[in-house]
């Protein structure tokens, strides 16, 4: 009596999970009409809290509500039930994505995909890793995409399913056409239309229909498009009515491509009935176009004004996805940079050493602290003199180093002829400095001399303390060592140098990622200090990657002179934050390389 009895589904239960994959809408009528069970009975009511989700989904239904989604995933991840845990975990990350939820989506998805890997549901493997890949492909993320849709296409084959063999046919062609692989992109869409025409499977052969429109399309290939396009529209039009739109859409951007007005027009505004925000975003650019290019400025207005309203509804589900999280939570895809297992091994112990070092550093200067309150009277004396000539000598080599880099700036004419100008006066002070600087460590050098006579011996703490001040001037040009190796193994800020492109809005977000990474902490300092805007953050990042300002205006798609004056505006504000601003003479360049 007191050993657990097997559970057994309630028979509508049974009935509807036999029927939800070859006839899903009859399993829905099933559970639709069955008598949902109490929450008291925690496992059927959690299996009909699934069931009732993934039939819902089958249907192409939107999910609206993640609460019956949520009570299965609960009661599932404390069982010893690995399919329908994983089942949950995936039904989860659809009906986030349906709500937009695009980063918690992705954690679900490779939640479920490691769980799944436990089992040999094929199925649900391949359905994990096709919408995985999806969500990286509609954000730009090829090769995580690819990896994604490459695990979905081994599954399809174990399974000998010809709609999902197809289905992941057409899903390489779209990472082809990501990649601009135009040939490979014809040959996988091609190679989906055949299994699913030969499989009579009119879901992926509209999937396939409607994607290898954009390869023909791309390839002013507007005849082949228009076939493919009326194809999609007649398959739609019996059997999947919610679809048209987005194929209107197609219909209407081909016929302007090929200058007939009329017919253009009255596709795109079909196109238009429709809830989805990405269709309604492309089809009132165009038709803004279209109306500009006919002359029709009021109408052309009006569709500029409805297209502004669909992006910023596109932006703010894009942006609710942060990629940077997911790495986070899954330590296989963090910085996506690193291409192979030896680069990341490196990088993280790269940055585990300059964390070591910088506690060396923090306990050195606090035991330095503690040392001046302690010492007498003399010795105290020395020690300051010592930590003074050492100081300037950090001073000094920090100084030189600037110089070089000035100094190859000004060579090389970099930047317009007021930045030179300012460099040539920053290179000039810094100069000074160094030459004041000689003539104090002379004066700091007789001072301990004579100290170190009346005392006639140094004794441990001051002998310990000259190797302490040693070890850090060490320590602190290790860590600049350290950083350019860093910066030289992380392709993203590496290749900003070597082949600058174009710095757009998610590449930004990894750079401030990385740059964290180099520098602990340095955009959450930059914000905190001085309150600065995504903008001048990017500035910083790229000053502090000493890069000239040609290669700064190619990175920001400006001129260098106008690089020149974004550096001035961002030395005002940076001033407005401190106590003592810096100088007219003294460079923002100058100040950051040492912040």
Same mark, same amino acid.
């Given at each position: ?49 699934? !069931? ?5 989904? $089958? #249907? ?7 609460? &019956? %989604? =949520? @009570?299965? /995933? ?35 998805? !490779? ?5 799944? $890997? #436990? ?7 391949? &359905? %994990? =890793? @096709?919408? /995985? ?52 992109? &014809? ?409």
């Amino acid at each position: 009596m007191c050993t657990e009895q097997p559970k057994e589904l309630l028979p509508e239960l049974s009935r509807a999970e036999l029927l939800m994959q070859r006839c899903p809408n009859s399993a829905l009528a099933v559970l639709d009409s069955m008598e949902v069970p109490s929450p008291s009975d925690k496992f059927q009511y959690a299996t009909w809290c699934l !069931l009732i989700t993934q039939a819902r989904d $089958k #249907n192409y239904i939107k999910h609206i509500s993640d609460s &019956l %989604i =949520n @009570i299965a /995933l609960d009661y599932f991840e404390k069982q010893n039930d690995p399919v329908r845990k994983a089942t949950a975990l995936y039904y989860e990350g659809r009906v986030n994505h349906d709500l937009n939820n695009a980063e918690e989506a992705a954690d679900y998805y !490779l939640r479920a995909r490691d769980a799944a $890997k #436990n089992t040999t549901d094929y199925r649900l493997l391949c &359905l %994990i =890793n @096709i919408h /995985l890949g999806t969500l990286y492909a509609y954000r730009g993320l090829a090769d995580l995409a690819l990896k994604a849709y490459e695990n979905a296409y081994d599954y399809s084959i174990q399974l000998k399913d010809s709609t999902l063999i197809s289905n992941s046919y057409s899903c390489l062609g779209r990472v082809s056409t990501l990649n601009n692989d135009w040939t490979k992109g &014809l040959d996988y869409y091609k190679k989906a239309i055949g299994i699913a025409e030969q499989a009579g499977s009119l879901k992926a052969l509209t999937l396939a229909y409607g994607e290898i429109v954009t390869v023909y399309r791309s390839l002013s290939m507007l005849d082949s498009c228009m076939y493919y396009l009326d194809k999609s529209k007649k398959i739609e039009e019996k059997h999947n009515i919610s679809a048209l739109p987005q194929t209107y859409l197609g219909i209407g951007e081909t016929y302007y491509c090929m200058g007939q007005s009329d017919s253009a027009y009255f596709y795109l505004e079909k196109a238009l009935n429709t809830t989805n925000p990405y269709t309604k975003q492309d089809a009132t650019q165009t038709l803004y176009y279209l109306c500009r290019d006919l002359g029709k400025y009021e109408d052309a207005i009006q569709y500029n004004e409805q297209y502004w309203i669909y992006k910023d509804s596109v932006d703010n589900i894009n942006r609710s996805s942060e990629i940077a999280e997911i790495q986070v939570k899954y330590k296989q895809e963090k910085l996506l940079n690193i291409n192979n297992n030896l680069e990341n091994k490196l990088l993280w112990g790269t940055i585990i050493l300059l964390v070591i070092i910088s506690i060396l550093i923090y306990f050195y200067q606090h035991k330095l602290l503690k040392k001046e309150r302690t010492i007498q009277e003399n010795r105290k004396q020395l020690e300051m003199s010592i930590n003074h000539l050492h100081e300037n000598e950090n001073i000094i080599y920090e100084n030189e180093t600037l110089i070089k880099a000035l100094s190859s700036q000004i060579e090389d004419h970099v930047g317009s002829q007021e930045h030179i100008n300012d460099q040539m006066k920053e290179f000039e002070r810094i100069r000074q400095n160094n030459a004041s600087l000689q003539s104090q460590n002379e004066i700091l050098q007789r001072n301990i001399e004579k100290y170190v006579s009346r005392l006639k011996e140094k004794g441990e703490e001051l002998k310990t303390y000259e190797r302490l001040v040693t070890e850090n001037t060490y320590l602190s040009e290790r860590q600049r060592y350290l950083c350019s190796q860093l910066i030289k193994h992380i392709n993203i800020l590496n290749c900003l140098k070597s082949n600058p492109e174009y710095i757009d809005e998610f590449r930004c977000s990894e750079i401030f990622n990385l740059m964290n990474i180099v520098y602990p902490n340095l955009i959450d300092r930059l914000r905190r200090d001085f309150s600065l805007t995504n903008d001048d953050l990017l500035i910083c990042c790229l000053i502090k990657l000493q890069l000239n300002n040609s290669i700064m205006a190619e990175l920001l798609a400006i001129s260098p002179s106008s690089v020149t004056k974004r550096k001035q505006r961002l030395k005002e504000r940076i001033n407005q934050h401190l106590e003592t601003p810096l100088e007219g003479e003294r460079s923002i360049d100058a100040y950051l390389w040492k912040y």
